[in-house]
T-cell receptor
Framework: DTAVSQTPKYLVTQMGNDKSIKCEQNLGHDTMYWYKQDSKKFLKIMFSYNNKELIINETVPNRFSPKSPDKAHLNLHINSLELGDSAVYFC?????????????FGPGTRLLVL | GDSVTQMEGPVTLSEEACLTINCTYTATGYPSLFWYVQYPGEGLQLLLKATKADDKGSNKGFEATYRKETTSFHLEKGSVQVSDSAVYFCALSAGGTSYGKLTFGQGTILTVHP
C-alpha cells in the first residue's frame, strides 16, 4: 500500500499553461508539505498544511496555490507556468507539525516546462 | 535562519570501503536531525534520525550521532555496498514556529563501485 502518492508522476507542458499536482496520504497524518527539488537536487519547503489549515507559506510566487480539501489530500495548482518552474515537486506528510516527527515523502512529480 | 551544510560531493568509493559524510548545522534552540536517502528516480526515505544531543541514530549499518558542542551530525558506515549508491541529505527540523519544516543540506551523491 502506497503511503504517500502523487499524480501525475511526469508532467510536460508549455509555458503559460496552468497545471495541478495531487497528493494523497493514507497514514492518518495531520500535516502535509510541498517541497521543490531543483536541478542541482536542492530541496526547499514551499507550503505546509495542518488539519487543512495553512501553517507554512515560504517565499513562493503567488502563481503557486496549495489547497487541502481534507487532511489526507494536498494539491498544488500552478498558474502561468514559467521555465524556472521545471523541477521535481515532492509531497510529504507527518503525524503532527513539529520538530521530531518523521516526514514521509511521495515519489515526486517531475515537471518540465517547455 | 536555520541552515545545514554537507560535505561537497560526489563521493566515489569501492565496495567495503568506509564512508563518512560530514554535516554541520546552524539553528536556534534544539532541532531534530535527520538523514534522508534518495535512490535514483525515487522519493526521499528516512535513513535515521536523532532528536536530542548525544542521541545516536542507526539503520542499515549507517550511524550518526547528534553532537551539540560541534553542531554536527556526520553519517558513517563501516562497509558500503553497491546498493548504497544514492543521494544522501542531512536535514534539520526546528521546533516552534517552523512547524517541523525540514531544512536540507545540498545533498551528497555517493557512488559505490564493485
Amino acid at each position: 500500500d502506497t503511503a504517500v502518492s502523487q499524480t501525475p508522476k511526469y508532467l510536460v507542458t508549455q509555458m503559460g499553461n496552468d497545471k495541478s499536482i495531487k497528493c494523497e496520504q493514507n497514514l492518518g497524518h495531520d500535516t502535509m508539505y510541498w517541497y521543490k527539488q531543483d536541478s542541482k537536487k536542492f530541496l526547499k519547503i514551499m507550503f505546509s498544511y495542518n488539519n487543512k489549515e495553512l501553517i507554512i507559506n515560504e517565499t513562493v510566487p503567488n502563481r503557486f496555490s496549495p489547497k487541502s480539501p481534507d487532511k489526507a489530500h494536498l494539491n498544488l495548482h500552478i498558474n502561468s507556468l514559467e521555465l524556472g518552474d521545471s523541477a521535481v515537486y515532492f509531497c510529504a506528510s507527518s503525524q503532527q507539525a513539529g520538530g521530531p516527527w518523521t516526514q514521509y515523502f511521495g515519489p515526486g512529480t517531475r515537471l518540465l516546462v517547455l | 535562519g536555520d541552515s545545514v551544510t554537507q560535505m561537497e560531493g560526489p563521493v566515489t568509493l569501492s565496495e567495503e570501503a568506509c564512508l563518512t559524510i560530514n554535516c554541520t548545522y546552524t539553528a536556534t534552540g534544539y532541532p531534530s536531525l535527520f538523514w534522508y536517502v534518495q535512490y535514483p528516480g525515487e522519493g526521499l526515505q528516512l535513513l535515521l534520525k536523532a532528536t536530542k544531543a548525544d542521541d545516536k541514530g542507526s539503520n542499515k549499518g549507517f550511524e550518526a550521532t547528534y553532537r551539540k558542542e560541534t553542531t554536527s551530525f556526520h553519517l558513517e558506515k563501516g562497509s558500503v555496498q553497491v546498493s548504497d549508491s544514492a543521494v544522501y541529505f542531512c536535514a534539520l527540523s526546528a521546533g516552534g514556529t517552523s512547524y517541523g519544516k525540514l531544512t536540507f543540506g545540498q545533498g551528497t551523491i555517493l557512488t559505490v563501485h564493485p
